[in-house]
């Protein structure tokens, strides 16, 4: 039901809600109120997302969409070393020969 990819330029700021991130039976057995669970579940979410709020899109079929970010990282390593994450059966440095070099050589030329 849900397009491959969404693509969309302007997206709403959206309030955190505890309902998008942990599972209703996971709430009930931590005993975490719905209103408390952020701050008590973890305690760095609440200002995590003073920087990275979540974001709500509305596409033309009247889907809503809510995308909530719950964390960020950065690689520690050479670009050519950061083989761990695989797409289409292909890893970053695979990714940008055969795709972004390519690219950026037919780009120049014209």
């Known amino acids: 039901m ?3 990819i969404i693509l969309a ?3 709403e700021v959206s ?3 505890p309902r998008d991130i942990f599972s209703p039976g996971f709430l ?3 005993d975490v109120p719905l209103d408390r ?3 008590e579940v973890e305690p760095r ?3 995590f997302f003073q920087q990275f709020s979540p974001v709500t899109t509305r596409q033309a079929n009247a889907v809503t969409l809510k995308y909530t970010p719950i964390a960020i990282s950065a ?3 050479a670009f050519n070393e950061m083989t761990g994450i695989v797409f289409n059966r292909r890893n970053g ?3 940008y020969s055969t795709l972004v070099q390519p690219a950026l050589a037919r780009m120049r030329q014209q």
């Open 75 to 77: 690689p520690d390593g």
């Open 45 to 47: 979410l609440p200002r």
């Open 15 to 17: 309030e955190p809600d």
């Open 28 to 30: 009930q057995r931590r």
């Open 37 to 39: 669970a952020l701050e």
């Open 93 to 95: 440095p695979q990714i």
């Open 2 to 4: 849900l397009p491959d």
């Open 9 to 11: 330029e302007e997206a």
